[in-house]
């Protein structure tokens, strides 16, 4: 499964789609004209199923096998764009439901689970394949969800093209802003409130009366969100790597980011072929960049690599499950051939997938957290300490900041930023090495939780429910029985096995 550079792919890369080249242009998903969906006022949500189109919601280059679509689902829910006028723009949700593996007749089988990607911005439905053979389909249902403005829901916030090493182009962000309001999308009504929202329209359209919900990322914030706002029917929470509402995500990204590859350089140092073959990491990488952010300082600098695009790299990599493990070979490699070493980070980052051509809602992501995460962050990232690489982050930080200022939409209510703690079983996953959402997040987040429980995977970066057969089979057990102490042992007993060469 794809994951998109952190922070440089969150908004280097948006731009206006009819000035791009093989650009993606928002269109219907699924219906011919989202406005023909409805006659009138949309008095409520709309289910309309579609055939699945097996070539759109597949990132993997080899053609899939068509027998994967048995038991498989696509559509959309049409929901007004703003709740608060039913008259008014609609929005399309696209949902991929996949059926029970197990044979009807060896049921009976638990809640469906719903699953919703990280971000905001990025897709659900592209991971049809990997979640139609997942063991988590063998005793209940399972529905992914696109949030709107991202994947194949409609009207698409995507600006345009995938991301490339660079800074942050503000003027062509106005652009982008520009043309998704001459398209008539309103940028204020994407927000996580709403997606969580369109996500209670969605379960119930699909008649799920109970179910569970799997959240990665900022998908585990909205998850928190619908719990806090429509908790009915919601059975149990998996909240992978989550970015909890009351942190300032943005404020402690430089230092989350530089602790977590510190953490790293430790696990390398304390096991013996990788410290034998790359020695102290620390301060040769933070050496490395300030190198190549000086191009007469003897390193062979390929154009356009600098030592923030190889930091951008490398915090991705950490969120990739098999990341972590080529970060010190990857950065030794940088010293003789920066670009060679770019581009074993950005393979490990998306795990050798093929990553789609448009694979990411940069307008979503500027609409969500330049209404939902800025307002109530601090005046900017905590500098104190920061060495090389939690300052290249920083300039990423800052370069959002100053984007948020050219989006303007509106700031959420200060009651988006308290904590949030239900009387509902959790489960909260986090990766020992991830550079956005640490572990102490995931930990406080759990503690307020009257039923809830962290586990702590060892070894691995961002998003981890799914990193190997130990975690897949933590959730399948949590899924079956919500309010049992969980069997971690397989979890906190992983060790990174270090590209040597």
């Known amino acids: 499964m794809r994951w998109m ?3 440089l792919l969150l908004v280097a890369a948006c731009v206006p789609a009819g000035d791009i080249e093989g650009a993606v242009v928002p269109s219907p998903s699924v219906v011919e004209d989202a406005a023909d969906a409805v006659d009138g006022t949309l008095a409520q949500p709309e289910l309309i199923s579609t055939p699945c189109a097996m070539d759109a919601l597949s990132s993997e280059a080899a053609t899939p096998d068509p027998g994967l679509l048995e038991g498989v689902g696509c559509g959309v829910v049409v929901v007004p764009e703003r709740r608060q006028d039913p008259s008014g723009p609609v929005v399309e949700l696209a949902w991929v439901r996949l059926s029970v593996t197990t044979p009807r007749e060896e049921g009976p089988f638990g809640d469906p689970l719903v699953v919703l990607a990280d971000g905001p911005g990025d897709a659900m439905t592209v991971e049809l394949l990997a979640w139609a053979t997942s063991p988590l389909r063998a005793d209940r249902e399972v529905v992914l969800l696109d949030a709107r403005g991202a994947g194949r829901s409609f009207p698409s916030l995507d600006c345009g093209i995938p991301p490339a090493p660079g800074a942050l182009p503000l003027d062509l962000v106005q652009d982008c802003r520009r043309e998704l309001l001459d398209l008539g999308i309103d940028l204020d009504a994407h927000r996580t409130r709403t997606m969580a929202a369109d996500l209670v329209d969605v379960t119930a359209s699909l008649g799920l009366e109970r179910y569970h919900l799997l959240g990665i990322g900022h998908g585990a914030r909205v998850a928190l969100t619908t719990l806090r706002d429509r908790p009915e029917g919601l059975q149990s929470l ?23 590859l510190n953490r790293l350089f430790d696990e390398c140092a304390q096991t013996p072929a990788c410290a034998d073959t790359f020695g102290e990491l620390r301060e040769p990488t933070d050496q490395l960049v300030r190198d190549l952010d000086r191009p007469s300082s003897g390193v062979d600098v ?3 690599v600098s030592g923030t695009d190889l930091v951008r790299a490398v915090v991705a990599a950490m969120r990739g499950a098999d990341g972590p493990a080529a970060i010190p070979a990857a950065l030794s490699l940088a010293a003789e051939d920066p670009a060679a070493a770019m581009a074993r ?3 490990a980052a998306v795990g050798g997938a093929t990553v789609p051509d448009s694979p990411f809602a940069e307008g979503l992501l500027l609409s969500s957290d330049c209404a939902d995460e800025l307002p109530l962050a601090g005046d900017g990232p905590d500098m104190d300490g920061l060495g090389p690489v939690g300052l290249a982050v920083a300039e990423d930080v800052t370069a959002v900041r100053t984007a948020c200022g050219i989006w303007d939409v509106a700031p959420a209510g200060a009651e988006a930023g308290n904590p949030i703690a239900r009387d509902v079983p959790t489960l909260v996953l986090t990766g020992e090495f991830d550079p956005l959402s640490p572990p102490a997040w995931g930990a406080a987040v759990a503690a307020r939780m009257p039923r809830g429980q962290v586990v702590q995977v060892d070894g691995a970066g961002h998003r981890v429910h799914d990193v190997d057969n130990c975690t897949i089979a933590i959730v399948a057990e949590f899924l079956r029985r919500p309010t049992r102490p969980m069997n971690d042992a397989c979890a906190t007993d992983r060790v990174v096995d270090f590209e040597l060469g």
């Open 238 to 260: 998996v909240l992978d790597s989550p970015l909890p509402p009351e942190v300032d995500a943005y404020g402690e990204r430089p230092a989350n980011a530089q602790a977590a």
């Open 345 to 347: 980070l950005q393979d």
């Open 302 to 304: 390929e154009p356009g």
């Open 5 to 7: 550079v952190v922070l």
